[in-house]
């Protein structure tokens, strides 16, 4: 493990067919989920972001021996219950890709999004850039 970087310890990545009409997206909904400690979006972004920046083990992207820089775009539901589910990740080498989804995983229960005064499900998108250096 590198400097700074925390373990990750037993995450459950929860799977749950959504109906299409029963999530809306981050960027367009009025009263987002937010994390612990948040108030608005561009909070709760940024503890996202963060969060990867804490967990993210860059020894994958060492170990699968990529020499340049990658992208992966991960999406995940925030669902009723401020939990993230239904994490997908691509662009990278499957080991990278599935270490994305183990970060998302290991996020706090955050404050769910409310549309016409109920929780509902959001989607997040996050594309994480990783640049390798030799």
């Given at each position: 493990m590198s400097y700074g970087q925390e373990e990750i310890e037993n995450v459950d990545v929860v799977t749950r067919e959504i109906n299409e009409n029963d999530i809306i997206h981050f960027a367009i909904i009025e009263n987002p989920p937010v994390?612990?400690?948040c108030k608005e979006k561009a909070c709760t972004s940024k503890?996202?972001?963060?969060?990867?920046?804490?967990?993210f083990n860059s020894e994958f992207v060492s170990e699968d021996g990529i020499s340049k820089k990658i992208q992966i775009e991960i999406e995940f539901i925030i669902d009723v219950e401020g939990k993230p589910i239904n994490i997908t990740a691509s662009g990278g080498p499957e080991t990278i890709n599935q270490?994305?989804?183990?970060?998302?995983?290991s996020l706090p229960k955050f404050k769910p999004g409310i549309k016409d005064g109920k929780p509902i499900n959001v989607l997040y998108k996050l594309p994480l850039i990783y640049q390798v250096e030799k």
């Open positions: 994390a612990p400690g503890y996202i972001q963060k969060h990867v920046e804490r967990k270490n994305a989804i183990n970060v998302i995983a």
